[in-house]
């Protein structure tokens, strides 16, 4: 198996990270499974300390995990040198932070903040100052394109790191809770910036969240539990029988590619299951039934 690269942009594979500090072991990602299509805009939910940043950190390029196999559009996260990463990070993940003014140059206006890592391209000096323009346009920010960070506001300046961040065409643009700082209104205007980028552009995006109201935004939501994948919710619109479109959430347990699920708590607790259970194959799905001992001897 050497080329998921065509199917998947991003592949995790039992991703293990181990954080050693002053002699304390913390497992912040524990075997977790992640496939990610091109042209994806993924979220990525989790309780605060769940191995959301963990996990971004390394797709970025920005750490290296323990153990397991992590790709991003056909680069191996484990065996990448050090000068490869930084290609890495400047060709194919582009990143916003949290903290809105992280990725901007704070004495360069929002047009020239763009055109700047354009700089390493052989591009005119026209050409990007016309790219800069589009980006900003795309982003409804056009407005801003005079601007130095510190004459916008919050929401502002994390569309306008969101353009720097895909301002060379990434493959993959990572998030990590782009709009933590930002109230609720301007939060759905950052929300549609990277909405913007995955459509206009064709990025595959994963956006780190702790605000389960994200899943509204994107069609695939992931939620991490103890370093691991543990849910996913997708969404999607169907007709009524009234012809009006309505838009329904599913939530899945998750598969992982050795067939393996987790049952959610609540149905381990309601049905008593422990150590075993009985698994049977029907025509069009799975019965599963508690595997009390002697119950074998009882069945047909
Ligand atoms: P999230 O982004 O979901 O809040 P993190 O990925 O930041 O979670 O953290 C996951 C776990 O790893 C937490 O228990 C956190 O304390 C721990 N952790 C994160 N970064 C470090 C670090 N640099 N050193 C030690 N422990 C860390
Ligand atoms: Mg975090």
């Given at each position: ?38 042209g ?94 589009e980006l900003?346009?795309l ?27 895909v301002?060379?065409q990434p493959?993959?643009l ?22 913007r980028t995955n459509e206009e552009l064709g990025t595959t995006v ?95």
């Open positions: 198996m050497t080329n998921g690269s065509s199917e998947y942009d991003i592949v995790c594979d039992n991703l293990v990270r181990i954080y050693q500090t002053e002699g304390v072991e913390v497992v912040a990602l524990q075997g977790l499974d992640l496939l990610v299509k091109p994806e805009l993924l979220a990525v939910v989790g309780a605060s300390g769940s191995g959301k940043s963990t996990l971004l950190n390394i797709l970025s390029g920005n750490d290296v995990p323990t153990a397991g196999r992590a790709t991003v559009a056909g680069h191996d996260l484990l065996e990448m040198s050090g000068s490869n990463r930084a290609a890495y990070r400047r060709d194919v993940a582009g990143f916003v932070w949290q903290q809105t003014a992280r990725g901007l140059m704070p004495f360069l206006t929002a047009a020239e903040n763009i055109a700047l890592p354009l700089l390493i391209n052989s591009m005119s000096r026209a050409e990007r100052t016309a790219r800069a323009h900003l346009e982003l409804g920010i056009a407005y801003c394109a005079d601007r130095r960070p510190k004459e916008m506001s919050g929401g502002e300046q994390q569309r306008c790191a969101i353009a720097v961040a301002a060379n493959r993959v990572f998030a990590d809770e782009p709009t933590g700082e930002l109230d609720s209104a301007t939060a759905d205007d950052v929300f549609a910036a990277l909405r994963v956006v780190v969240t702790h605000d389960p109201g994200v899943a509204e935004h994107v069609d695939r939501t992931v939620a991490i539990r103890d370093g691991r994948t543990s849910s996913e919710t997708l969404r999607r619109t169907e007709l009524t029988a009234e012809g009006h479109e309505r838009v329904v959430a599913e939530e899945y347990a998750v598969l992982d590619r050795a067939g393996r699920v987790q049952l959610p708590r609540e149905f381990v607790a309601q049905l008593g299951l422990r150590d075993r259970v009985r698994l049977e194959l029907e025509p069009d799905h799975v019965g599963l039934w508690p595997g009390h001992a002697g119950q074998d001897g009882e069945r047909r």
